[in-house]
């Protein structure tokens, strides 16, 4: 067996007294290549090349710890084992019908002798052809619990990259991205910051992962650090050192004055460096799921991927409202709605949601998101409220039970909807009799929502209890039968590949902040997009908002780039967020949104420059159509695609929803084209992008 | 109507610029006073007298906000309300079958300028004749949400009275009472310590409630501050100034760095202070329960006193334990228990709690309480491990179903048990399972504990949020038809009124702590008591636990006086906390423990001194039958027993179970005697108590 292992080299003969070291583990390719040493005075360090080129600097591994100070130095290796793996495996929902899984792995066993007792830590490697990953692991020892005050891993660049990043937060991670070297990045914090209900950027030089970067003028290299499998543990964001080039892992806090407590034996989340000389492998590496367990659940009939429309871009816009009243500021338990006065702008209304399961299901919708259906909203927002939503008890003028009864008689579901205004406590009280009305009445998923301050007061979006309880809706959810779709919840990190029924989240900035740069959507896919599916709610027909509401924004994007975002960002659960009434006005190109599958068997990311502009195609699940999606930044450009991902000899027909010459996301954003073509494996086209636009294809086989 | 309020006096006639008051609102009887005034500089205060003698001086009342800063001056009075309320209600259980609420009540409504805005503060008081209480209302107003700092609510003593008191803790009540001078609580709070696995005293100052106070060596008078009804609030503690013999509330933070966040409208627990010139008025007044809201379950029916026995004592004492094997610091998702070695002294078995089962049932009992059937206890304590408990899957030996149907085929039911070892957030999440799984097999009952530090890390025991937990668990139980008897929760404050299937809690030192000194028994009816009943687990016929157990601990009590607790100490949930075999060693005493009621319709306390002894009778609930209980503190005493409280010209056969002569709670703590005797309402017995020792008599009608 031992040839396996040439790929790993042990430079020095280890003997009982020897720290440990160097150490080097290289990917299945040969090509990226990750050492590891314990350096003088016993500190554990990795270091990772690419290609021959340094991608990653001597980075030093570690924690500070609330009992034994820090516990980055005094180490010695006790063991080291390597090991190869390689498997595929189907996914419930993806991008692709199978993954492959190939990796090579080195463990390492590390001992520190403190004056109390010996602390055990592992660090355990893994190898991929577009990354490799780190974690720490925690064996059982005589220490049964360590209280982290912060972790110390560090990523040593070796230059002033440019990135694509967001302000390290506590609480929120709905920011545009700056793009800026990596030096400018206090300087630019300031401006990267945006108002949000609960933000809590804590460092002017902390940046969010994913954090995707780029180097390397002439010979381009992409890099990408992120995590994978966050679990029991806080989320992490990366703290610049612009003197060393090199970011430090930053925990987030839990609000009482901890990082993160663990118990032993414990495996951090992967610490995850993505890395390809081609933009496009960062878009279609499944690394992040790869580092994730297998699917836990031992039946996923039940899971379905769900196009849906829903009553809730016209809340968004302000033409109405999620609430019912303008009574505020009461005790949710005594309000007497029966004796409240409506308002009259109420959206949830039994008859305003028929008329959308009529438009939803006479155009083959799976589902109708309905939100503001039920008490509390008026208090929802901003106000740290314990008791603020029930769950369970629908407006006076929602009824759930002919709704629902009227909805399934028409071949669709409705999709429930649980805010929780971050009162976390109070969600988890009413979870199981929510949950369980949801099964009463027939619907099989959720979108939840955390806006606003997270109760208890202190407390934040990302800290270990709330992570714990993410994934806990996750998990009762799946008792339930029911899929959920997290807003403002932490950034998914692969854990769908566990617990496939996570089939969303938001996570990101998406579709509700209507004066988005058209930018955005150019490198969610390259940054958000990585652990998992975003509810991105595309889809706006009718940029000019103040045509039908009272928010005057005239979004910056295209009927045709709007279209795009249907195969651009992948995600099991897609929207056709805009009103009935705009689509019913275009309906030719609102063909392409009843067309588009939201399931796959294969993915190509044929061109794709992060912040600038991406094309993709893929096959439909179970089919033999191709649909193809690009997108553009704020500038006009034409791209070449080449079709050869098509089956050969076989003739197709292909859609096309372009701009119009004169399309532009500011001044024209609603002319786009629509023609048809007979297309090969050899056909060849150019096609125009507008300023903020971009264009779909479907392509069906000629029978 | 004007009339009705001559008990309310205006001393100054009310202008629309006054600062308002002084005003005056007495007690049915009109012998307890309350004053209430806004001082100089707009400082809102209030004092007290009982039988013309001041009892609190002028004891100012306000907060400290985290945005408002000092609300304790600036107050301007906008509005004052009086009235009187009188109703008769019927406990679902309880010491009488009838309580009078009887109270007057002043409503003080406030206002203070701030630079930004109106703070708008009523103070209400209710004014009965055994005590006054007094709670804040926050009014709906332009500010929605309260940060409090600090609540400073004072209470002026009028000298350095004696106390019975425990320090101050943010996670326990287990405490031995200390009795001191008020001025010497400083000097004595080290000693007043003992070890605690969650202790968090925080101040040497800081006092629980309630607090039981004697003042006044001739002419006696009893003071009691205790706090009724709290929900969504922090527990109060009491910090004495020395120089002013002045209490101020003190409240348990959340450990996020609050106190307490509260939504307008919103009203305070009560500050209730007791007052009588007899000790056995503190004992019967219905106070804290009078100051809950009324009954809010619609059934009850299913809600039922229970007289049951455990299999408990004997891991208390270390003869068997509540684990199954040595493993442990495990991961409770995957440790496989049917691959683990038994240790062999687990005391769940199947064989062993059938053992207990036809024991309790053949002796009449209705439920058998089993610890350490289910898995984790490897791992409950003092290792702040999140996932603890599952609450659902019993141990390889303990065979839930066929447990179940053997004691219902037996008449009795077994009695759940959910360890949450602090793991709040864990048992939240697991609570509707553990529920439902109890409804399945037939369980109608609940002992939960909070032993250890409450997660997540930085918590306390009595802190806001956790205040809420345990009120939804006893919510959620409701649902389930679940009564609930919680250990280590929060003090009860009369809230088994408003959910009277909380039919107990612990919160103070019981039978586990087998070293108690025996003046224990003789306080907690004064304090612990007063909001609710106490599963303290009375019982023990074998006190020299050596004989049985690993444990070398002599337990300082008579046979005759573990009998009185059952009529001294009420609950309506009493165990029989001794090992089966050991009462089949005394059938004859056991009797009484068969005999005595856990419901009733009248309850007479016939003598008492806090600390020293209580001497109370019972009338058994729909029966004509009475039961005496007596204990004493280390001093042995002979008390005189007036039976007029026997219907007059009935005949009755009393059983009186004695200390013997030579009884002592150290040296001969098994000597008791039985006797049976004639008695009539004019019946006076003189009746002999030993050291640490007591008396119990059945009194029942000779037909």
Known sequence: MKKHFAWLTAAGILTACSQGGPLQVSSPDGKLLVNFNIEEGGAPAYSASFDGEEIVATSYLGFQMEKFGALTSGFKMTAHHESEHNETWAPV??????VVNHYRQLVVEMKKKTDSVDVLLNVEFRVFDEGFAFRYVFPEQKTKQFVIDQELSRFAMTGDHTAWWIPGDYDTQEYEYTRSQLSEIAARHTAALVGNVSASAFDQWAVQTSLMMKTGDEKPLYLNIHEAALIDYPAMHLLYNDSSCTFTSALTPDGNGHMAVIDTPFSTPWRVVMVSDKATDILSTQIIYNLNESCVLDDTSWIHPTKYMGVWW??????????????????LATFDYSKARPHGRHGATTDNVKRYIDFAAANGFDQLLVEGWNVGWEDWLGREKDYVFDFVTPYPDFDIKALNDYAHSKGIKLMMHHETSGSIPNYERHMEAAYSLMNEYGYDAVKSGYVGNILPKGSYHYGQPQIRHYLDAIRRAADHKIMVNAHEAVRPTGLARTYPNLVGNESAMGTEYRNMTPGHVTILPFTRLKGGPMDFTPGIFEMDLGKFSPDKTHKRATVAGQLALY??????LQMAAD????YAEKMDAFQFIKDVPVDWSKSHYLDAEPGEFIVAARRAKGGDDWYVGGVTNDEARDVTVS??????????????????????????????EISKETVTSRTVSTI????GGGFAISIVPVK
């Open 93 to 98: 929902w993806g991008e692709q019908d199978s």
């Open 314 to 331: 016209e809340m968004i816009t302000g033409k109405s409202d999620w609430s019912y009243t303008n009574a505020h500021d009461f005790d």
């Open 567 to 572: 195969v651009t960002m992948y995600s099991p």
């Open 579 to 582: 009103l009935p009434e705009h």
């Open 643 to 672: 079709m050869s991902f098509l089956k050969p000899g076989v003739t197709y027909q292909a859609t096309f929803y372009t701009d119009a010459p004169d399309a532009d996301c500011d001044s024209n954003s609603g002319a786009y």
């Open 688 to 691: 125009h992008m507008a300023r």
